[in-house]
């Protein structure tokens, strides 16, 4: 009762008058970033710090709150609408989303994510609410083993990406990782694989620079050669009828996308996690566990609602360990973190003691955001459909632009521009050579981390490695990443081999029908 009550003076406070209108100025604003490619939250967090030292400071964390949430939902614009994520957290989105922007369901494409994403909003400030603090003692509990534990989960999901051809799939994923390797030794600080001695490569690959080239350029280059230029326009219809038709073909998705928000929560609250790896993570295991895993990919609504779910669960999650431990769980509740303390406020244990209010303005607030965030999405899907209206020598150059923008913003260097140009080259060679991308995408991100954590183990224990399976969290995951490992190369050696028997009893086509 002690903490309803504490949620409604929350929400009480949410609508105070200088309150309510910066959340919905956030709540646009971070729409728009979110859909910009190469901002993203974090950029637009920090870019918009300045103005929240004209407000009180429990307005100053609603609005970049709001931001943060408003990015979420609109990284999955440009994904489904263009093929180029508005931001990491939207990459998986593009998988799905964009082919169903292209076969003319671009409005359903729209409605899930945004209904998907307030799933997950939902279900992850409720948990906030109910179990702040024995949740963040759980993440305390994730140490290096743990964490490297869940990261090979991560990986043996992604086996099943790439459908049947497991070798081409496990190549692609040792492309990602080796590209996730360049720049410096975490460890000794020395230079590796800088290509060519140039000095761009020092600072590593950035893993938006990489997926705007891929997914930008190269489904560009693509699409030029499969249609030789001439590309039909998508008409899509978006009216009211349609959209609650699109409302109700999302419970098909209602359990993937309940699944996804406590997946996504559960990762953003880990520190230096994030919502990206858990959007990734997502997709990968409602791949892995369909029953009709072959339709990720092309087209299938639950390939958008799992990643949509989850990273805005994950950033309502990463927001937990930076107000009851000061530790920020991503980028962008790092940029919130400095805010905070440049408020006067001290975030850690007793910050729900000392200062009540703030934390409860600002839980109240996730709340109403969630709702003015998909209410938003919801109102703009006919101006975003708009875009699929458009003729392709238009868009092309439009693409082109918005990823040089992409490639150019995270790092703000003409070296990633030119190394963009040459991932989408790359992209469009493995589409040819029909090797899978999703793979190489997903590993570049979660490389760097699962390396960090493994050498910190090892270098923990002596270089002992049974010091993943002798902690019962680590050994627990391993387990389970060796169990999702095997599983989608069985499912596809018993594929293959239905496919023989029917061919073989006369069910499939024979020499003399060919």
């Known amino acids: 009762m002690d903490i309803f009550g ?39 967090v920090a870019i918009l710090l300045p103005v929240t030292f004209l407000v009180p400071p429990d307005a100053a964390i609603i609005f970049l709150a ?22 990491s957290t939207a990459v998986a989105t593009t998988f799905d989303g964009r082919p169903m922007a292209l076969a003319g369901k671009a409005d359903q494409a729209l409605i899930t994510a945004a209904t998907a994403s307030f799933i997950g909003g939902t279900i992850s400030v409720v948990l906030f609410t109910l179990f702040a603090p024995p949740l963040a003692e759980f993440a305390l509990r994730f140490g290096p083993p743990e964490e490297f534990a869940l990261m090979m989960l991560a990986f043996a999901t ?27 030794d975490i460890i000794s600080g020395k230079p590796r694989l800088i290509f060519f001695d140039l000095s ?24 030029l050669e499969t249609t030789q230029g001439e590309v039909k326009v998508q008409r899509v219809k978006t009216s009211v009828l349609s959209v609650f038709k699109s409302l109700g073909r ?35 295991m409602a791949k892995a566990f369909s029953k009709e895993p072959d339709t990720f990919g092309k087209g299938n609504p639950k390939g958008v609602a799992a990643p949509e779910s989850a990273n805005n669960a994950a950033s309502t999650g990463s927001m937990l360990p930076m107000l009851t431990l000061g530790i920020p769980g991503s980028p962008t509740t790092a940029i919130l973190l400095g805010g905070m303390i440049i408020w006067g406020l001290r975030p850690g244990p007793l910050l729900f003691q000392e200062h009540p209010a703030f934390v409860w303005d600002l839980i109240g607030s996730l709340y109403v ?31 082109f632009i918005l990823s040089i923008v992409g490639g150019y913003a995270p790092a703000q260097t003409v070296h990633d521009v030119w190394l963009m140009l040459v991932f989408g080259i790359m992209g469009y060679l493995m589409r040819k050579l029909d090797y899978p991308v999703a793979p190489a995408v997903l590993a570049i991100v979660l490389g760097p981390l699962a390396e960090r954590s493994l050498r910190q183990s090892l270098l923990t224990s002596g270089g002992d490695p049974t010091i993943f399976v002798n902690r019962p969290l680590a050994g627990f995951f391993i387990v389970l990443a060796v169990i999702l490992f095997f599983y989608p190369i069985v499912m596809a050696a018993r594929r293959r081999r239905n496919r023989a028997a029917a061919a073989a009893n006369g069910d499939g086509p024979s020499e003399a029908q060919g």
């Open 66 to 87: 709001a931001i943060y949430y408003g990015a979420m939902y609109g990284g999955a614009v440009s994904s489904i609408t263009l093929g180029i994520p508005g931001a």
């Open 158 to 184: 992604f086996v099943g990406l790439g459908g049947d051809d497991i070798p081409k799939t496990i190549f692609s994923i040792c492309i990602g990782l080796v590209l996730s390797a360049v720049g410096l």
């Open 250 to 284: 999302f419970k098909e998705c209602l359990g993937t996308a309940v699944f996804g928000s406590f997946l996504g929560y559960f990762v953003g609250i880990l520190p230096a996690a994030g919502a990206t790896p858990g959007s990734l993570m997502s997709y990968g």
């Open 369 to 399: 955001s969630n709702v003015f965030a998909v209410i938003a999405n919801i109102l703009l899907i006919p101006v975003f459909a708009r875009v699929l209206t458009l003729k392709f020598t238009i868009l092309a150059p439009v693409i």
């Open 6 to 44: 504490h949620l409604m003076d929350g929400i009480a406070g949410a609508f105070v008058p200088v309150n309510l209108m910066m959340m919905i100025i956030g709540v646009v604003v971070g729409l728009f970033v979110g859909a910009l490619p190469g901002l993203g939250s974090v950029n637009g």
């Open 200 to 223: 761009g490569f020092y600072h590593g690959i950035n893993f938006l620079v990489l997926a705007i080239g891929i997914y930008g350029i190269g489904e560009m280059l693509w699409t």
